[in-house]
């Protein structure tokens, strides 16, 4: 038991003292009637030896003691004080009884016994000792006019020692009978407030989700509670919180999900039928809290669908679900954006190095390439004169304008990158790489600028076709090869020799 269940169950035990202390000063109440009763009973010629006057002091006593009772029950209810003088007046009230002989057989047991109704040991054990104190003097005062009345008695010390020994095994025996009555009373109501606990746990913890999935209804454009149990789903967005039932045997899509099916991206179709499969989806859920897929809705853009365990069994297996659509085309577009800057080079824009070398790793692990695969290698001729007699804006320009070059013949043939300061590598599918080249070059010679009248290119290329089994990284030297060679060309054009 929990701290928290160990005090309500204090509490409901203080309750149940109030609520027994109600009931005892009635009875107290009712017990004025005993000395008219007996009065009749005197009349009637039942009571002999007892006088009206004791049935007046009876009367009186009861009265007395049940107004004190009461006004200790108004003022401490829970007070333990308060049960054990219940307790004790209606002990004195035998003592006195038995004391006036009014010979009714009203067990000495009878208090103990009530005692048990406080579910308290102190109260119960006070009980028992006081009563056992009491019938012990009441009987010993009492023997001499006992015996008088009998014969099978030579003196008042047999009868004490005969009707105590009596009364002292039925007090043993009551002990225990009462302590194992009370014990298991008390276990029961322990672990009730046990179940008790546990259960409103529960309850606590489903309102905590129930109040987080009512909050889920502002965030999410679809909200669906579908619960196992009882096979039913309901949308957490319908005011009249309507269930529906699901036919597991025949269903395998739930209402909400076949109405968003009918936007989704066809060639995302299959995908978005197998992840929202009612069926298959409580065995992809165990030992998991969320299993989530982005798919494309053809009006609004990329959505999100999830489904969120909400109660599980012992072994993780979903009791109950919901399953929620969220808008995330605002987050996919920053992704696509973030990821595009990530593999583009902030001057040219074209692709860089890093977007250059994944691509690289991908073509390096198949196993053979394309026929028409071809790398090409370019270099801008002269950027470090143009750098060191115009300045760095018009060395930057020139790479501006290479790259829109060979950005505008490449086009979707393949993709152009920019692998250094004034380096560029394309990856092509053609036919006719040569062709390609001229066009390159042809470009570039129509290409003016405002600092540079010209920019002349240096382009290099090596095919698959020509080089049947090279690999990636050996057509990328080739390429490189190439190009330099063609560097070496316009050099030689121009008559400069670019060993010296």
């Not at 009712?30 to 002999?48: E, N, R, V, W, Y």
């Not at 995330?328 to 577009?333: A, H, I, L, N, S």
């Not at 992704?335 to 690289?360: A, F, G, K, P, V």
């Not at 290479?402 to 560029?424: M, P, V």
């Amino acid at each position: 038991m929990n701290e928290v269940t160990r005090r309500e169950y204090e509490g409901f035990i203080l309750q149940n003292r109030a609520k027994v202390n109600r009931y005892l000063n009635i009875a107290l109440l009712c017990f004025t009637i005993t000395g008219p009763a007996i009065a009749l009973g005197i009349k009637a010629g039942f009571f002999p030896d007892v006088t009206y006057m004791a049935c007046l002091v009876i009367s009186l006593y009861v009265l007395g003691m049940s107004l004190i009772h009461y006004i200790l029950m108004k003022k401490m209810p829970k007070s333990l004080f308060t049960a054990l003088f219940a307790l004790t007046a209606l002990d004195i009230l035998l003592v006195y009884m038995t004391y006036s002989h009014v010979n009714i057989f009203l067990t000495w047991f009878l208090v103990p016994i009530l005692s048990l109704l406080f579910c308290d040991k102190i109260i119960f054990c006070y009980s028992v000792c006081l009563n056992y104190v009491l019938m012990f003097t009441t009987t010993w005062m009492t023997a001499a006019y006992q015996v008088a009345l009998r014969d099978d008695y030579v003196d008042s010390v047999a009868y004490f020692r005969d009707v105590m020994g009596g009364y002292t095994i039925e007090t043993v025996i009551l002990s225990i009978s009462a302590y194992m009555i009370g014990k298991l009373t008390e276990d029961h109501y322990r672990e009730l407030f046990r179940q008790y606990g546990r259960i409103k746990s529960h309850e606590k913890e489903m309102g905590e989700k129930m109040k987080l999935l009512e909050s889920m209804v502002e965030i999410y454009d679809n909200v669906n509670y579908i619960n196992f149990i009882d096979s039913t789903e309901m949308s957490l967005r319908d005011d009249m919180n309507t269930k529906h039932g699901i036919d597991m045997s025949t269903q395998t899509h739930t209402i909400v999900s076949q109405g968003i099916k009918a936007n989704v991206m066809s060639d995302q179709m299959e995908a978005y039928l197998n992840f929202t499969n009612i069926k298959t989806v409580r065995a992809r859920l165990s030992q998991k809290k969320i299993i989530s897929a982005d798919f494309i809705d053809v009006v609004k853009g990329w959505f999100r669908a999830q489904y969120i365990t909400v109660d599980s069994t012992i072994d993780g297996i979903p009791n109950s679900i919901i399953f929620t659509t969220r808008n995330v085309d605002d987050e996919k577009r920053r992704e696509e954006h973030l990821i595009r800057i990530s593999m583009t080079d902030e001057m040219t824009r074209l692709y860089n190095r890093r977007c250059y070398d994944e691509d690289l790793d991908e073509y390096r692990k198949l196993e053979s390439l394309e026929e028409d695969f071809v790398l090409f290698s370019v270099d801008v001729n002269g950027l470090k004169n143009v750098n060191d007699t115009k300045g760095h804006a018009a060395g930057d320009e020139l790479i501006k304008g290479a790259a829109n070059c060979l950005a505008l013949i490449i086009g979707h043939k393949g993709k152009a990158y920019r692998t250094g300061g004034d380096e560029f590598m394309a990856i092509v599918h053609t036919e006719n790489p040569e062709e390609l080249r001229e066009e390159i070059q042809k470009k570039a010679s129509e290409w003016h600028g405002v600092y540079i009248d010209k920019v002349t290119l240096s382009v290099g290329y090596a095919t698959t076709k020509e080089h049947i089994e090279a690999k990636v990284d050996e057509l990328e030297r080739l390429a490189d090869a190439d190009m330099y060679m063609e560097k070496e060309k316009y050099y030689k054009s121009l008559g400069i020799d670019r060993r010296r």
